[in-house]
């Protein structure tokens, strides 16, 4: 979502770098082009002044200027800034100090909201809590439909008491229900409008009167731009909202609404939806967002996915065969399938500090289908042509590349790639046990 304006911000930034002494008459055009770039990402014009002034004051000053690296020192502000921008620190799901928690969402049609409802279920059920989904959107028959059919898929009970009933009364038998079950978590699905109006807004009030709602999560469109924070602005105004679910960031938006919605509504962006899947549902983090879009990388987001993807028993495993040199082809295709399971490649690689903005990686696109190529070809030979690769002659990979779809060249390339890889391995564990007897102890890069 962000890759052009992180890419016109590194540019920015790169002028400065040229320049090595700065002056004060440096910072303001730089400032000048930031409030240019900001302004064409569909910021919102006060925030965009506010924001460049904030840096302004601190990045003219004398320790600033005069300081030994001044470049670092405006990039450091800009990031400090622009955390601040976003909403400081990240801003956890309410709990109830007696559950269950009771937790409204709510949103326009089209935003995703019944969608997002179920994979908020599903990291919460992740966490090891007991999530109950509400269908409160009594006037639409596909929308209980909808979630009873997303709450199968990932195995979190839906409560509903039919269709002509209202959302008020639902919500409050969803509440006993709960309680009587030992649910930790009961998320309400509302009905949404195709705008806002006041027949919206009055049955949001009953609902809200009618239990003890312990948070109110409000449900956007990145995509929409400045309408997003504007559709914000005025559910908090006449309901009250307690954070935002920002939809679609994975999509070409220009990321305005990301970087204007807690400045202008005071509410923070508690979760964004990273992608169709149920679990592309993932906390927002002020400090890794910024950190991306300023060039910096993200490599907390990237161990965590890496922990979500990877046993700690097959990392070690994997570590294992890895240093006694064992690792063979089927552990090759479990690391494919596995490396799948973290998300889009480039976007993994773009949380990889520098890979933005190194000029020979920018631009960059990484085909999945050259990944699933790669499966095919893996799964088209033998557990024992895995195992031991030597034995792939000619006629072996003349009938895996027919039973792949692919070519002789391709099952050619794929095997030579895996023994370059072992090779890199073997030279890094050879420096690496050079390193251990020299008295360093350097980590080996699977190690966890």
């Known amino acids: 979502m962000f890759e052009s304006l992180s890419e016109k911000l590194q540019s920015v930034f790169n002028r400065l770098r040229s320049r090595g002494v700065l002056t004060e008459a440096d910072v303001?055009?730089?400032?000048?082009?930031?409030?240019?770039?900001l302004l064409e990402a569909d910021v919102n014009y006060k925030v965009v002044k506010d924001f460049v002034q904030t840096v302004k004051d601190r990045a003219v000053g004398e320790e600033v200027l005069k300081g030994l690296n001044p470049v670092q020192q405006v990039?450091?502000?800009?990031?400090?800034?622009?955390?601040?921008?976003?909403?400081?620190?990240?801003?956890k799901l309410k709990t109830a100090e007696k559950p269950p928690a009771v937790v409204m969402v709510i949103g326009l049609h089209g935003s995703g909201k019944t969608t997002n409802i179920a994979k908020l279920a599903l990291m919460l059920k992740k966490q090891g809590r007991k999530p109950l989904l509400v269908a409160g959107d009594v006037h639409r028959p596909a929308a209980i439909k909808q979630l009873k059919t997303l709450g199968g898929q990932i195995g979190v009970e839906v409560f509903d008491i039919g269709d002509g009933r209202d959302a008020a009364a639902v919500a409050a038998a969803a509440l006993g229900y709960a309680r009587a079950n030992g649910h930790d978590y009961v998320l309400i699905d509302v009905a949404g409008r195709l705008h806002i109006d006041d027949e919206m807004m009055d049955e949001l009030r009953r609902l809200r009167s009618a239990v003890d709602v312990t948070e109110v999560l409000l449900v956007v469109d990145a995509m929409t731009g400045q309408d997003a924070v504007n559709v914000a602005q005025r559910f908090n105004d006449e309901i009250g909202i307690d954070g935002v679910i920002l939809t679609k960031l994975d999509g070409d938006a220009r990321g305005g609404a990301a970087l204007s919605v807690k400045a202008v509504t005071g509410k923070p962006i508690k979760f964004v939806g990273t992608s169709e899947k149920m679990d592309g549902l993932e906390p927002f983090h002020p400090d890794r967002m910024a950190s991306r879009i300023i060039g910096m990388g993200d490599v907390l987001t990237l161990i965590e996915k890496a922990e979500s993807a990877f046993e700690e028993e097959q990392a070690r495993e994997m570590e294992r065969k890895l240093r006694e040199n064992t690792f063979d082809l089927n552990d090759y295709l479990a690391q494919l399938?596995?490396?799948r399971k973290m998300g889009?490649?480039?976007e993994i690689l773009s949380m990889i500090p520098g890979f933005g903005s190194a000029k020979e990686l920018r631009g960059i696109k990484i085909d999945e289908k050259d990944i699933?190529?790669?499966?095919?070809?893996?799964?088209?030979?033998?557990?024992?042509?895995?195992?031991?690769?030597?034995?792939l002659n000619g006629s072996r990979r003349r009938r895996i590349a027919s039973g792949s779809g692919t070519s002789v060249q391709d099952v050619n390339r794929l095997i030579n790639q895996f023994h370059e890889m072992k090779r890199m391995v073997r030279a890094m564990t050879?420096?690496?046990?050079?390193?251990?007897?020299?008295?360093r102890m350097p980590r080996f890069p699977f190690a966890r």
């Open 344 to 346: 889009p490649l480039d």
């Open 372 to 391: 699933g190529r790669a499966e095919a070809i893996l799964r088209s030979m033998t557990v024992e042509e895995r195992s031991d690769p030597s034995i």
């Open 430 to 439: 050879a420096a690496e046990e050079s390193g251990r007897r020299r008295g």
């Open 75 to 91: 990039v450091k502000i800009v990031n400090e800034e622009m955390i601040a921008l976003l909403g400081g620190e990240n801003a």
């Open 28 to 37: 303001n055009d730089a400032l000048r082009e930031v409030r240019r770039v």
């Open 337 to 339: 399938q596995q490396m």
